[in-house]
């Protein structure tokens, strides 16, 4: 069965950091990793796919790589912003289009 | 703007009532799920359907049941609320392929509060 972690939980940083939020998986076969947004009281916004054929994806400031091999996935968000203060959720799929996903990070960006 | 949209968002109900909540897209996705999710965890998946009279239970095991009569409508049923049923709803939908395109997208509702007293 697969499970899906997170770390940190929290992170807090001032703004203008650049940071990685971390997710790891116990079963490599996965069909491809997603990351999502989940901001407090609201659905989840789709951030950035990986297939399992790819290696990474970048959308503006965010980059997203998966390592199927040792069961990873990371988030580095460049130039932290106030406005990227959220829940980032990791979630990894078999094929089937149904979902595993970790606890999340909740980030805070300081002004 | 939401393509798949939810209500109520917010519902506070007294134990033993009978409840809906109402999920619908305008995507045309086949597939569409319930998860559940209880402050501070994650997302569970409770329900799944693949198509019209296609339905599934999900990983975590829930009371409450779910028809999808038409492709953009997937209700979930409670028929009797508890405590426990206390959480947040989440509705999504799904698809990867249009004809020859790959065209996968994920889209979340923005939930249901679920309060019962």
């Known amino acids: 069965k697969q499970e899906v972690t997170q770390i940190p939980a929290a992170l807090s940083v001032p703004e203008g950091e650049n940071l990685v939020l971390n997710c790891s998986f116990t079963?490599?076969?996965?069909?491809?990793l997603q990351w999502f947004r989940q901001d407090p009281g609201k659905g989840l916004t789709s951030l950035l796919l990986i297939q399992s054929s790819q290696r990474e994806q970048t959308s503006g400031r965010l980059n997203a790589s998966l390592d199927k091999s040792s069961g990873r996935s990371t988030l580095y968000i460049a130039a932290s912003q106030p406005g990227d203060s959220a829940t980032y959720l990791c979630?990894?799929?078999?094929?089937?289009?149904?979902?595993?996903f970790g606890k999340g990070t909740k980030l805070t960006v300081n002004p | 703007e939401a393509d798949i949209y939810q209500t109520p968002r917010y519902l506070v109900i007294g134990t033993g009532k009978k409840i809906t909540l109402e999920c619908s897209q305008t995507?045309?996705?086949?597939?569409m799920y319930w998860y559940q999710q209880d402050p501070g965890m994650e997302l569970h998946l409770i329900h799944y359907?693949?198509?019209?009279?296609?339905?599934e239970k999900g990983d975590l095991s829930s009371e409450s049941t779910v028809s999808r009569i038409r492709t953009e409508h997937f209700p979930l049923t409670l028929e009797s609320a508890r405590p426990s049923h206390t959480s947040q709803y989440l509705c999504a939908s799904s698809a990867k392929w249009v004809l020859r395109d790959y065209v996968y997208g994920y889209t979340f509702g923005s939930g249901t509060r679920l309060t019962v007293v």
């Open positions: 079963d490599s076969a996965i069909y491809n």
């Open positions: 359907s693949y198509g019209v009279n296609s339905t």
């Open positions: 995507m045309g996705h086949d597939k």
């Open positions: 979630a990894a799929e078999d094929g089937s289009e149904k979902l595993v």
